[in-house]
């Protein structure tokens, strides 16, 4: 009998500088099979970026085409680029009982939890253990222009106002903690009976094994 499990969507967000894609990268290296979802944009490749890699590069066109042939799992237009996830890599890789990762703002977690694939979702929030810590580790990580950051820090509040709306939500105040937080909810959810569809076939095995005794 195969056990093979169902996969499933694993859902991060946070408003900008509260660890997320720390978090993300750490995931990926505990367990190597969690792939991440790769999205697709309207915008141009940066020097450096490959098509597959970073983004799957469409143009105008054929994102439009892809929304409206219901192939994106979620999209959203940022600063006049749509981006999105393609649903049929997430959908083979649920199936072969892969997980996926999501790293997406509260509008794609929403789009994600109230698709077809929703009920194979596992949303997480995470929350900065204060607004100057989260401003602080914005200016730290030395990317951003300061206006950038107070756009940032701007939006942050909305973002943080979705916090409810999630399965689990994490307060990464210390990233080795929230790490290990992570990993307890992913592999109690992978347990779950929905992502166990096997074990309905072990149970009726287990009562013919009573009939026979």
Do not use: C
């Not at 720390?22 to 979802?37: G, I, K």
């Not at 940066?46 to 994106?72: H, K, N, T, W």
């Not at 890789?93 to 979702?121: C, K, M, N, P, Y």
């Amino acid at each position: 009998m195969s056990q093979t499990r169902r996969g499933l969507l694993v859902i991060l967000s946070s408003p900008s500088g509260a660890g997320k894609s720390t978090l993300a990268r750490r995931l990926m290296a505990w367990d190597p099979t969690l792939s991440f979802s790769v999205s697709a944009t309207t915008r141009a490749p940066r020097p450096g970026e490959v098509d597959g890699r970073e983004y799957y590069f469409l143009s105008r066109a054929q994102f439009e085409a892809r929304i409206e042939a219901g192939e994106m799992l979620e999209h959203a237009e940022v600063f006049g680029n749509f981006y999105g996830s393609p649903r049929a890599p997430v959908e083979t890789a649920l199936a072969e009982g892969r997980d996926v990762l999501f790293d997406v703002d509260w509008q794609g977690a929403q789009q994600i939890r109230t698709s077809a694939l929703g009920d194979d979702a596992l949303s997480i929030f995470i929350l900065p253990p204060s607004i100057p810590e989260l401003e602080r580790r914005l200016h730290t990580r030395a990317q951003d222009s300061e206006a950038v950051i107070a756009g940032r820090m701007s939006k942050a509040r909305d973002e943080i106002s979705h916090w409810a709306e999630y399965d689990y939500v994490l307060v990464n105040a210390d990233v080795d903690r929230t790490e290990a937080q992570l990993r307890a909810v992913i592999e109690a959810t992978r347990l779950r009976r929905r992502q166990q569809p096997w074990l309905g076939e072990h149970v009726r095995r287990l009562n013919k094994e009573f009939d026979t005794r």
